[in-house]
């Protein structure tokens, strides 16, 4: 009896709850762990930052990004990626779009996507193209993306871990043809759909002419159509042309506060070639966290994400014991919670779901965990010896460390600046590198606290002011601040907003108008410029302005409220009354909006003081967003909430609105006029007659340009050619009428 055959597309796999788990590289169990995950990773690979939250039974992932094609969600097109580029980036192989599409349509679940403009729903077709159903305007920059999975329970701890580590260095350079072996190099090519030469610019220091000069052969060829043995020559050439990565290039975390043990390390490793000539060499920083503890714990990142595959630690007879992931390993060290992260443009991959194999760095895995525990061991405090706390070094050595930043005095500087400064000085003396956060905040706050600003020092823009009337988003840091001049009688009202995506809809509504109201955010926690901006805006006695902060209905941002009204540690109060709007627990529990449950922390989070003890104690394992309302419900409470101090729109006292009058009177009146005479006394004629005049006595000025400008320009190198030009000008006009031409007198 003839057997039957069947065939299936390998897409197919990815839609049945039955095999995605396999395409995917996690149990069923994991699941929505790894799909909240890819979403986070893509977000912050591509804009380095982004939001995420419940909004009810849905989650959802938002970035500053350029936008997303909802093509990209169809689980049977072609498998084409960015990702083929060996970068120091979160994604490894490209797939994470299409194990989310499969995901959400295997479990019966929704998936909405907004960006560029418009918002849709993302229904999937028998033949896994995705289709997009247009449900209006989207009004906020950048892409949200939410979803549920039908029954399955959501798990964000991947992408929260993802979020929290998003911090530190960054690597921006380009791929490099050491990170392929020949094989590698080869796929490459097969992949990429453009010419020889658009894929030799993309890589590391191979832009602009070099390019085609090593694609001097395949001009205009595909890269696609090259045989094995030419692409490998083209590998040979590339080296030949350019040195390895140096891996403190790769970036890195960096030191975090609450890991008392950091080791940090950098090598190569290589991976054998089987077909060709060249093997690959790639480079990657290891970083290592420890603190000591009596239950062993170990989160592995790479490139700053968690990893989807299981790395079991557990302590037994003095040792460490580490495996999973190509691991196998015995330290000699006290019990401890111990963090791994590796920034490398390569790692083996075990899984479709991007399970690395830690094996090709083993040895350094366990010689940096050695380091970090002995180091975290040294920092606990040595009984009877006192050691000297990051704040006494930076009260130490501050002013040499200004000294150095500013030139002795000679020019501005910023705070990184300062941090940088201050970084050596730190280490030498209590072992550990400053957290950046720590150092702006807590160190340098308390110090100017006490002391006054520091002269000559700024901070970076972190924070928009967007003007009523005017259309104005106005950046705001430390020197944009110290320029700011209020446009005069044009707001009387100032709403801080935690989030900026609000923005858009205020804007689009009128409501900065309607209300003459400022809107203002630092994307948070107010930054020091912020409470400087303020500060001024209060100045102004003549011009009364009333200040408003709305929130999220959770700890953080209750303490936004409280830090932005009140006097910190780092920073006085505000000269100004501070109007807290919300939202508050009570009233988003009133309103019935959705709550979310918090990831539970073995620390207490901090509350406003304004809280009372009830919901103080409910903020700790629950919080309700501003994005939980709809658009048009916001609209409606903030609105409510506004005009319960509202004091009416801005007009002026009766002299301001006289001046403005007249002056209207001058200008309009003015231009009517001068365009009258104009006309009647021929002005277009005259000067057209005048340029002729001074252009027909000059002439050797204006076949010397080409000449002149750029000797002009070597005397003084801040200028622009057009200054040039204009002293030219100016020129040829003096000459003209010192030989006579009376009529331009």
Same mark, same amino acid.
């Given at each position: 009896?003839?057997?039957?055959?069947?065939e299936r597309e390998d897409w197919?796999?990815?839609?049945?709850?039955?095999?995605?788990?396999?395409?995917?590289?996690?149990?069923?169990?994991?699941?929505?762990?790894?799909?909240?995950?890819?979403?986070?990773?893509?977000?912050?690979?591509?804009?380095?930052?982004?939001?995420?939250?419940?909004?009810?039974?849905?989650?959802?992932?938002?970035?500053?990004?350029?936008?997303?094609?909802?093509?990209?969600?169809?689980?049977?097109?072609?498998?084409?990626?960015?990702?083929?580029?060996?970068?120091?980036?979160?994604?490894?192989?490209?797939?994470?779009? !299409?194990?989310?599409?499969?995901?959400?349509?295997?479990?019966?679940?929704?998936?909405?996507?907004?960006?560029?403009?418009?918002?849709?729903?993302?229904?999937?077709?028998?033949?896994?193209?995705?289709?997009?159903?247009?449900?209006?305007?989207?009004?906020?920059?950048?892409?949200?993306?939410?979803?549920?999975?039908?029954?399955?329970?959501?798990?964000?701890?991947?992408? !929260?871990?993802?979020?929290?580590?998003?911090?530190?260095?960054?690597?921006?350079?380009?791929?490099?043809?050491?990170?392929?072996?020949?094989?590698?190099?080869?796929?490459?090519?097969?992949?990429?759909?453009?010419?020889?030469?658009?894929?030799?610019?993309?890589?590391?220091?191979?832009?602009?002419?070099?390019?085609?000069?090593?694609?001097?052969?395949?001009?205009?060829?595909?890269?696609?159509?090259?045989?094995?043995?030419?692409?490998?020559?083209?590998?040979?050439?590339?080296?030949?042309?350019?040195?390895?990565?140096?891996?403190?290039?790769?970036?890195?975390?960096?030191?975090?506060?609450?890991?008392?043990?950091?080791?940090?390390?950098?090598?190569?490793?290589?991976?054998?070639?089987?077909?060709?000539?060249?093997?690959?060499?790639?480079?990657?920083?290891?970083?290592?966290?420890?603190?000591?503890?009596?239950?062993?714990?170990?989160?592995?990142?790479?490139?700053?994400?968690?990893?989807?595959?299981?790395?079991?630690?557990?302590?037994?007879?003095?040792?460490?014991?580490?495996f999973g992931c190509g691991l196998?390993?015995?330290?000699?060290?006290?019990?401890?919670?111990?963090?791994?992260?590796?920034?490398?443009?390569?790692?083996?991959?075990?899984?479709?779901?991007?399970?690395?194999?830690?094996? %090709?760095?083993?040895?350094?895995?366990?010689?940096?965990?050695?380091?970090?525990?002995?180091?975290?061991?040294?920092?606990?405090?040595?009984?009877?010896?006192?050691?000297?706390?990051?704040?006494?070094?930076?009260?130490?050595?501050?002013?040499?460390?200004?000294?150095?930043?500013?030139?002795?005095?000679?020019?501005?500087?910023?705070?990184?600046?300062?941090?940088?400064?201050?970084?050596?000085?730190?280490?030498?003396?209590?072992?550990?590198?400053?957290?950046?956060?720590?150092?702006? !905040?807590?160190?340098?706050?308390?110090?100017?606290?006490?002391?006054?600003?520091?002269?000559?020092?700024?901070?970076?823009? !972190?924070?928009?002011?967007?003007?009523?009337?005017?259309?104005?988003?106005?950046?705001?840091?430390?020197?944009?601040?110290?320029?700011?001049?209020?446009?005069?009688?044009?707001?009387?009202?100032?709403?801080?907003?935690?989030?900026?995506?609000?923005?858009? %809809?205020?804007?689009?509504?009128?409501?900065?108008?309607?209300?003459?109201?400022?809107?203002?955010?630092?994307?948070?926690?107010?930054?020091?410029?912020?409470?400087?901006?303020?500060?001024?805006?209060?100045?102004?006695?003549?011009?009364?302005?009333?200040?408003?902060?709305?929130?999220?209905?959770?700890?953080?941002?209750?303490?936004?409220?409280?830090?932005?009204?009140?006097?910190?540690?780092?920073?006085?109060?505000?000269? %100004?009354?501070?109007?807290?709007?919300?939202?508050?627990?009570?009233?988003?529990?009133?309103?019935?909006?959705?709550?979310?449950?918090?990831?539970?922390?073995?620390?207490?989070?901090?509350?406003?003081?304004?809280?009372?003890?009830?919901?103080?104690?409910?903020?700790?394992?629950?919080?309700?967003?501003?994005?939980?309302?709809?658009?048009?419900?916001?609209?409606?409470?903030?609105?409510?909430?506004?005009?319960?101090?509202?004091?009416?729109?801005?007009?002026?006292?009766?002299r301001i609105m006289q001046e403005?009058?007249?002056?209207?009177?001058?200008?309009?009146?003015?231009?009517?006029?001068?365009?009258?005479?104009?006309?009647?006394?021929?002005?277009?004629?005259?000067?057209?007659?005048?340029?002729?005049?001074?252009?027909?006595?000059?002439?050797?000025?204006?076949?010397?340009?080409?000449?002149?400008?750029?000797?002009?320009?070597?005397?003084?190198?801040?200028?622009?050619?057009?200054?040039?030009?204009?002293?030219?000008?100016?020129?040829?006009?003096?000459?003209?009428?010192?030989?006579?031409?009376?009529?331009?007198?």
């Open positions: 009896m003839q057997s039957m055959l069947f197919k796999l990815f839609r049945n709850m039955e095999t995605l788990p396999q395409k995917a590289g996690v149990p069923k169990s994991k699941l929505s762990m790894l799909v909240c995950k890819e979403l986070v990773d893509n977000a912050l690979d591509l804009g380095g930052d982004c939001e995420i939250g419940y909004e009810g039974d849905f989650f959802y992932v938002k970035d500053q990004g350029s936008g997303l094609d909802p093509e990209l969600f169809s689980i049977s097109r072609p498998l084409r990626s960015s990702k083929y580029l060996r970068l120091p980036t979160r994604g490894a192989l490209g797939n994470g779009l !299409r194990v989310v599409a499969g995901a959400v349509e295997a479990s019966g679940g929704e998936l909405y996507l907004s960006t560029r403009g418009e918002t849709y729903k993302i229904h999937w077709q028998k033949d896994g193209r995705a289709l997009p159903e247009s449900l209006g305007p989207y009004h906020e920059e950048g892409t949200k993306i939410s979803f549920t999975l039908g029954k399955m329970p959501i798990n964000s701890r991947l992408a !929260r871990l993802a979020k929290d580590y998003a911090q530190g260095e960054t690597y921006r350079g380009k791929t490099s043809p050491y990170w392929y072996t020949s094989e590698n190099f080869f796929e490459l090519f097969q992949s990429f759909s453009g010419s020889v030469r658009e894929l030799i610019a993309l890589f590391d220091g191979c832009t602009g002419r070099k390019a085609g000069i090593i694609a001097v052969n395949y001009t205009k060829t595909p890269a696609a159509a090259l045989s094995f043995s030419e692409t490998e020559g083209l590998l040979g050439e590339l080296r030949d042309q350019v040195k390895n990565v140096n891996p403190e290039r790769l970036g890195r975390i960096g030191q975090l506060v609450d890991w008392d043990g950091y080791c940090k390390s950098s090598a190569v490793f290589k991976v054998r070639t089987m077909k060709g000539n060249q093997e690959a060499e790639i480079p990657f920083v290891l970083e290592v966290y420890a603190a000591i503890s009596d239950t062993p714990h170990l989160t592995v990142l790479l490139n700053k994400s968690p990893v989807t595959g299981e790395v079991n630690i557990y302590h037994r007879k003095n040792e460490l014991n580490l196998r390993l015995a330290v000699k060290a006290k019990p401890a919670a111990v963090l791994i992260n590796i920034m490398t443009p390569y790692i083996p991959i075990v899984t479709d779901g991007k399970e690395p194999d830690l094996s %090709v760095i083993a040895a350094e895995i366990r010689d940096g965990i050695k380091k970090a525990i002995s180091r975290a061991q040294n920092s606990l405090p040595t009984p009877g010896i006192k050691t000297k706390s990051q704040k006494e070094v930076v009260a130490d050595c501050l002013e040499k460390a200004i000294a150095k930043a500013s030139g002795n005095g000679e020019y501005r500087f910023s705070l990184r600046q300062l941090y940088y400064a201050v970084r050596p000085y730190v280490i030498r003396e209590t072992g550990k590198e400053p957290d950046y956060n720590y150092f702006c !905040r807590d160190l340098i706050g308390s110090y100017e606290a006490e002391h006054g600003d520091i002269p000559l020092m700024y901070r970076d823009e !972190r924070g928009t002011l967007y003007h009523p009337h005017c259309g104005q988003d106005i950046p705001i840091g430390t020197i944009a601040v110290e320029n700011y001049q209020k446009p005069a009688w044009t707001f009387n009202k100032v709403l801080y907003i935690e989030k900026e995506g609000f923005f858009n %809809v205020l804007k689009e509504k009128k409501i900065p108008e309607k209300y003459d109201l400022a809107l203002l955010t630092s994307k948070g926690y107010a930054s020091r410029a912020v409470k400087d901006l303020l500060d001024a805006l209060g100045e102004n006695s003549e011009e009364e302005i009333t200040f408003f902060c709305i929130h999220d209905a959770d700890a953080y941002g209750t303490i936004i409220y409280d830090t932005l009204q009140n006097e910190t540690g780092a920073r006085p109060g505000r000269k %100004v009354k501070i109007i807290n709007l919300g939202l508050d627990p009570e009233e988003a529990i009133a309103m019935g909006l959705e709550v979310e449950t918090v990831q539970k922390s073995s620390r207490k989070k901090g509350v406003a003081s304004y809280i009372d003890s009830r919901w103080e104690r409910w903020l700790q394992n629950y919080r309700v967003e501003l994005n939980a309302m709809s658009t048009p419900q916001f609209l409606a409470w903030l609105e409510g909430k506004i005009q319960l101090h509202d004091k009416g729109k801005v007009i002026p006292p009766a403005s009058l007249d002056q209207s009177l001058q200008d309009k009146l003015g231009q009517k006029i001068a365009a009258e005479l104009l006309k009647q006394h021929h002005y277009e004629d005259q000067v057209a007659e005048a340029v002729r005049q001074v252009k027909e006595c000059s002439g050797d000025s204006q076949t010397r340009l080409a000449e002149t400008v750029p000797a002009e320009l070597v005397k003084e190198p801040a200028h622009q050619w057009k200054d040039v030009v204009e002293a030219v000008s100016e020129e040829m006009i003096e000459n003209c009428r010192f030989r006579g031409l009376a009529n331009l007198d």
